[in-house]
C-alpha cells in the first residue's frame, strides 16, 4: 500500500542529503566511514540520542506540540531514559532515596486546564539525573527505578514532591554520539533538568521538562530542548531548596 506523506518525506530527506553530499563533495571513503558510523549507532542502541544531541527531536517536537501559543505549558523532548512503570509515591513523597547526595529539593505547583479549573488525579511520572549527573543505567548498586517515580494531584490540582537537584548532565562520552561530538568539537552538555510527563482526564499526555533559571548551559544546551517558559528560580529555605512548577494542559 503506497504512503504519499512517506513519499513527500522520503523525497525531501533524499534530496537535501544529495545536495549536501555534492555540495561538500564526500569522498567514498568518507561516505562509508559515515555508513558504518550509523551502523555502530544502531548496533550501540544510540539512535535516539542521535537525535536528540543534532537538536532533531526538538524540531519534530515543535512541529507536533504547539500548545504553548494556545497557553498550555510547553512541551519537551522525551529524551532516551524513560522507563514505564514507575513506582507511585504519595503526594508530599521522595523520588529521592534517603540518604541520597546532593542539596535536598522540594518542587511543588498545580495542575490546571485551559480553563483555569484544577485536575484531580493527573498522573505525573517524573525521573532526573543525581547529583553526578547519572541517570539509572549509568549507575551501579542503585534501587530498580533509582530516581524515577510516579503521583497524582490533589482535588485542588496540587502536587509536591522531595527529591536532590540534578547536576547539568554531559552526553556519555565513551560511545558513537560522544565520539562524533567530540570530533566536531561540539560541547556535551545538557542544563540540569527533571522530566514530567502528566496524564489528566480527557487531556492529551504532556511530556515536558523543568529547567532552572540559574543554570550555565540553560542557554547553551546541547539538544537544544531548554526553554525560558520552563524553567523556574530555586529558593533557599532552611535545609533544603525549593521550586515551583506549575502547569496548564491543553
Given amino acids: 500500500m503506497s504512503n504519499p506523506r512517506l513519499a513527500e518525506v522520503t523525497t525531501a530527506v533524499v534530496k537535501s542529503i544529495s545536495q549536501a553530499l555534492s555540495d561538500q563533495k564526500v569522498t567514498n571513503d568518507e ?3 559515515a555508513v558504518g558510523f550509523l551502523t555502530d549507532l544502531t548496533q550501540r542502541g544510540e539512535l535516539g540520542l542521535l537525535t536528540d544531541a543534532l537538536a532533531l527531536t526538538r524540531v519534530v517536537d515543535d512541529n507536533t506540540h504547539p500548545f504553548e501559543a494556545e497557553g498550555a505549558t510547553a512541551t519537551n523532548v522525551l529524551g532516551p531514559y524513560y522507563r514505564e512503570g514507575a513506582p507511585f509515591i504519595e503526594n508530599g513523597g521522595s523520588v529521592s532515596p534517603d540518604n541520597e547526595p546532593g542539596e535536598p529539593l522540594y518542587i511543588s505547583g498545580r495542575v490546571v486546564g485551559l480553563d483555569g479549573n484544577p485536575i484531580e488525579n493527573a498522573v505525573i511520572e517524573v525521573w532526573q539525573s543525581n547529583a553526578q549527573g547519572e541517570y539509572e543505567h549509568q549507575t551501579s548498586g542503585k534501587e530498580d527505578y533509582y530516581l524515577r517515580r510516579a503521583l497524582k494531584t490533589d482535588g485542588d490540582g496540587r502536587y509536591e514532591f522531595r527529591t536532590i537537584k540534578p547536576s547539568p548532565y554531559e552526553i556519555p562520552k565513551e560511545g558513537p554520539v560522544g565520539t562524533l561530538l567530540n570530533m566536531l568539537d561540539w560541547h556535551a ?3 540540569a533538568h527533571i522530566h514530567f510527563k502528566i496524564a489528566g482526564d480527557s ?3 504532556l511530556v515536558t521538562q523543568l529547567y532552572f533559571t540559574d543554570d550555565e548551559w540553560l542557554h547553551n ?3 537544544n530542548a531548554a526553554k525560558d517558559s520552563l524553567a523556574v528560580p530555586i529558593t533557599a529555605k532552611g ?3 525549593e521550586a515551583t512548577f506549575d502547569v496548564t494542559l491543553i
Fill in 203 to 205: 487531556h492529551p499526555t
Fill in 239 to 241: 535545609d533544603h531548596l
Fill in 221 to 223: 544546551d546541547r539538544v
Fill in 31 to 33: 561516505f562509508f566511514a
Fill in 189 to 191: 552538555f545538557r542544563p
